[in-house]
Each structure stands twice: as structure tokens, then as C-alpha cells.
């Protein structure tokens, strides 16, 4: 039996997420350290990353992956690409689509055998 290629599916899933999506911003915060052990650490800075993104409502079979009271009327997830986009979302991070930023409340990955292949991230419309 042939191994499926799961770098191919990742490039379509590329490929239809650049057709119907935008670019977009994926923005974390990120620790700065201080020289002088001495002060407090100083405040994160937000770092941006670009990446391929498609926003579409969330359905009834997505209750398993929100967070629990989470009213599915106000929730919509967000597709992106996880070719070009190597980041690992969490729910700490957001990302800036279509002129609104949103902030990540649950992340699903697709990740067969191992294989990045596009990250759905769950936000409050």
C-alpha cells in the first residue's frame, strides 16, 4: 500500500486557502529579557507573522473543540495555511484578518502522521 503524501495535501490545502482567504497577521507576545538582572523583565513585545488565512462560520460539530460556555452564535474559526505559516497557534495568541484582530480561543490542528497541514483557530466573532 502507498503512503499518502500528506506535504501534497498540505500544499492544496495552501493553494484553496490563498483562493478564498487574505493575507493576514498572526501576532504573538513574546518575552524580552533583561540585561540588568537586577529590574523587573521588561514587557512583551508583539511579534508579527504574515500568513494565508480564510474565516468561516463556525458548525454544530465544532462545540467539541470550544472552550466549555462557549456560545457557538458568537464563534467563528479561522483557516490557516501551515505551509508558509510554521508558527504553532495557541489560545494567547491572535491574529489581525480583513482589518479585525481577534483573539484565539481554541486551537484544532490537522496534523496527519506528524504533518503540519493547516491550523483551524477558534475565535469570538
Not at 79 to 96: N, R, Y
Request: glycine content about 4%.
Amino acid at each position: 500500500m502507498a503512503r499518502k503524501d500528506y506535504n501534497k495535501t498540505a500544499n492544496t490545502a495552501l493553494r484553496l486557502i490563498q483562493k478564498a482567504g487574505s493575507p493576514s497577521q498572526f501576532l504573538r507576545d513574546e518575552s524580552v529579557p533583561n540585561p540588568d538582572p537586577y529590574n523587573p523583565p521588561l514587557a512583551p513585545i508583539t511579534v508579527s507573522y504574515p500568513c494565508q488565512a480564510v474565516k468561516v462560520p463556525a458548525g454544530q460539530k465544532d462545540v467539541v473543540y470550544l472552550p466549555e460556555g462557549t456560545s457557538l452564535s458568537t464563534t467563528a474559526k479561522i483557516l490557516i495555511d501551515a505551509v508558509t505559516f510554521t508558527e504553532k497557534p495557541t489560545v494567547s495568541d491572535k491574529i489581525l484578518h480583513v482589518g479585525t484582530e481577534w483573539q484565539i480561543i481554541a486551537v484544532k490542528p490537522l496534523q496527519p502522521a506528524e504533518i503540519d497541514v493547516m491550523w483551524t483557530v477558534y475565535v469570538n466573532d
